[in-house]
């Protein structure tokens, strides 16, 4: 069977409207992949940047796959989170991005965005904190309804990724 490693980290994210973040991961894939070895979610730990706006994760991502097609290639799913002083947690954003399909190293810029609301819960959102949350995080790298959405952009969330591919040229794929 072919495979696919995923060697790399999520650096970090800058512009958001807030620092101290934290961000839960996981990869997305189709039913013709399996994970071998590593963990395909986690989260970061919370940064709070004394200076700038950039909050600096370098959480690692290791994965290895096997594949009998490349149907359900794997997608990076991202959630961005505010903790404040009290501990309370803000969803901040949502963004996915797909794992690059060409062997190297590569450098990725994630664009995040997150649920808009109605005026209510944008007035509620600046007095009580929280916020709108998809009720299906698939809807994040699915995008079957999300075209329905109504929502802003946050930041951005910086990832490197060295991908790695073995065997694929006997299934009449090119690396």
């Not at 395909?40 to 009998?68: C, F, N, R």
């Not at 803000?90 to 609301?117: E, F």
């Amino acid at each position: 069977m072919a495979e696919l490693h995923i060697i790399g980290q999520i650096i970090g994210a800058s512009g958001f409207p807030q620092s101290s973040l934290f961000c839960k991961w996981g990869v997305h894939t189709g039913g013709a992949w399996r994970l071998l070895s590593g963990l395909k979610e986690g989260q970061t730990q919370v940064d709070m940047p004394q200076i700038g706006d950039m909050a600096y994760w370098s959480h690692p991502i290791d994965l290895h796959y096997t594949t009998k097609g490349l149907q359900g290639w794997p997608k990076l799913h991202l959630q961005v989170w505010h903790q404040d002083s009290f501990g309370r947690c803000q969803l901040y954003g949502y963004g996915y991005c797909h794992v690059p399909s060409s062997p190297g190293q590569h450098r990725l810029q994630c664009a995040t965005w997150r649920p808009l609301g109605t005026w209510q819960e944008q007035l509620a959102q600046i007095f009580v904190g929280g916020g709108p949350q998809l009720r299906s995080p698939d809807l994040i790298y699915s995008g079957a309804d999300r075209y329905r959405l109504h929502t802003v952009a946050m930041g951005t969330v910086e990832l490197e990724l060295c991908v790695i591919l073995r065997h694929f040229d006997r299934y009449g794929v090119e690396s």
